[in-house]
């Protein structure tokens, strides 16, 4: 336990002294590079409720700037077409994307015009499992990702979620209906919430191998400065010894044994078996980052990374529509990433891909992993971390997976305090991280 608190501080320190929001150095995106594949993130950051551990850039929906969102979410994508760019895969994440059903369906609509989409990857909540909805993205939407976080109804009303999106067992019906709609349904679980005890956990895993999904993620609960008060305030204190044994259980019950019901895709990413524990082809990885290390993020609050750059977009909703009434790329600022901090993204990405590709490293950065990374492959050596490791590749004892999650779960809360530099900027209410149907609690 001693290596993860060590990792957990130490990953945390070197991202605040790092990620770091400085004034861009251009007004609009580098050029594309021909022939180099990247992927489209659109961010829609409106919710009917907001969730108190989340860091994204998300408001209250109110209708009207709902639809003027989506339209200047639109006229991004032009500019972005005129510029050069095109794309083979689109994800639309949020807030909640699907908040206004028939905007999103013109946007996908139009990136489908605009560039070479193959596939459309789209997150959900519970409520809009139905047919009003099902029925306008099959077809649009390839692969559709549901926020459920947890079955259990008395963490759904500490979460806020439980009037809204109903109980445990109406969303676990819903999943079972919606899944024919679709080439992959993912379900988005989160695990050591402060009050979730081991029973609820195995509750959890007993519906997820029940509920029809073809994939499921169980992602811990990560939080950042601006988030930790009220989530304290709400869900309780984090406990990561908790954590450990949670994430060993969720790894076990679902891809242990000899017949397991899943097989691991990440290190929290799952896909389904079926009865001849053979897995279905074209299912992949809900998660971009894990398929392309380039991805050109649009909309009010996301993130572009290109060309060793974190490039982020104002999170002020009037001045994202106003720069883009006028022409201007939404720019806020960016973060600039080293070589050296560019090899070490590298290498936790692929081992949270669960396999690490020695000579793809040597190529991208001209030394290898043992040079470039001397005290990270050291650290991992000593703790136990590699079930392989010969000069093609490193893959993952259980322990080494757990300590990769600890690595990853701090990247994407040091992102999450990159968000917060950029909210700071906003001026008035909505600087503030709001609960519920956006007032203060």
Request: glycine share 6%; charged share 30%; with cysteine.
């Amino acid at each position: 336990m001693l290596s993860e608190r060590l990792l957990t501080g130490v990953v945390g320190t070197l991202a605040k002294n790092q990620l770091t929001l400085k004034p861009p150095s251009q007004d609009k995106l580098p050029d594309p590079v021909p022939g180099r594949p990247y992927t489209l993130y659109a961010h829609v950051p409106f919710c009917e409720r907001l969730c108190p551990y989340c860091s994204f850039n998300r408001f209250p929906y109110r209708e009207e700037r709902a639809r003027d969102y989506f339209a200047s979410l639109r006229k991004e994508m032009r500019m972005l077409a005129d510029q050069g760019y095109d794309f083979e895969s689109m994800y639309v994440g949020g807030g909640t994307p699907t908040v206004d059903i028939d905007e999103l369906c013109e946007t996908i609509d139009l990136a489908r015009e605009l560039f070479s989409i193959r596939e459309v990857n789209s997150e959900t909540n519970p409520n809009h499992l139905i047919p009003a909805y099902l029925d306008k993205l099959k077809g649009r939407v390839q692969r559709l990702s549901v926020g459920v976080q947890s079955f259990d109804d008395e963490l759904l009303k500490q979460m806020d979620r439980y009037e809204k999106y109903g109980s445990g067992q109406k969303i676990f019906e819903r999943i079972g209906e919606t899944a024919p709609y679709f080439e992959s349904l993912n379900v988005d679980m989160i695990f050591n919430f402060p009050s979730q005890t081991e029973d609820i956990l195995f509750s959890d895993l007993e519906k997820i191998t029940l509920c029809g999904c073809d994939q499921t993620t169980f992602s811990p609960l990560y939080q950042s400065h601006a988030t930790t008060r009220k989530m304290e305030n709400v869900l309780g204190k984090m406990d990561y010894e908790k954590e450990r044994r949670f994430y060993h259980i969720i790894d076990e019950v679902l891809a242990g044994g000899e017949h397991p019901f899943f097989e691991r895709r990440t290190l929290w990413t799952f896909n389904r078996l079926d009865e001849n524990q053979e897995r279905t082809e074209h299912l992949e990885v809900d998660e971009y980052a894990v398929s392309y290390e380039e991805c050109v993020g649009i909309g009010s609050g996301s993130i572009t990374h290109l060309d060793h750059r974190l490039l982020v977009n104002t999170f002020d909703l009037k001045e994202y529509g106003r720069q883009l009434a006028e022409g201007q790329a939404p720019l806020l600022g960016q973060a600039v990433i080293s070589r050296r901090d560019m090899m070490r993204y590298k290498f936790l990405l692929q081992l949270y891909a669960l396999r690490f590709d020695k000579h793809e490293f040597e190529r991208d950065f001209g030394v290898s992993v043992e040079r470039g990374l001397p005290a990270e492959m050291a650290f991992m050596r000593l703790n136990g971390a590699f079930a392989t490791d010969n000069d093609d590749e490193l893959t993952l004892t259980p322990r080494g997976r757990y300590l990769t999650v600890v690595l990853y779960r701090q990247y994407l809360a040091s992102l999450n305090n990159l968000r917060e530099q950029a909210r700071s900027q906003i001026v008035g209410l909505e600087h503030d991280l709001l609960f519920g149907d956006g007032t203060e609690r």
